[in-house]
């Protein structure tokens, strides 16, 4: 099947989430291309980027697993290619 890239961005509002969702990045580990994160003290927040390269129903239940999360928002970008 083919695959694609794309950016999922991640902000975590509570810290007690950050656990789980690391968990969740390592079982996914083999589609991560890099990750990012920002901690943003002042609004007590985290911004994560991840970038994957995965078909397309493994980035949409990766997505959807971390958007589960209470205390984490999540949206994806897909490249065209």
């Known amino acids: 099947m083919e695959t694609r890239v794309a950016l999922i961005g991640v902000i975590v509002e509570e810290l007690d989430a950050v656990e789980k969702l690391n968990g969740l990045l390592h079982e ?18 985290s911004i994560i980027s991840v970038v994957v390269n995965a078909e397309a129903d493994v980035i949409s239940t990766l ?13 994806t970008i897909y490249s065209k290619k």
Not at 63 to 75: C, D, F, R, T, W
Request: charged share 25%; proline share 3%; hydrophobic share 35%.
């Open 28 to 45: 996914y580990g083999q589609y991560i291309i890099g990750r990012m994160g920002l901690p943003y003290r002042e609004k007590n927040i």
């Open 63 to 75: 997505a959807g697993k971390l958007g589960m999360i209470k205390g984490v928002n999540v949206k």
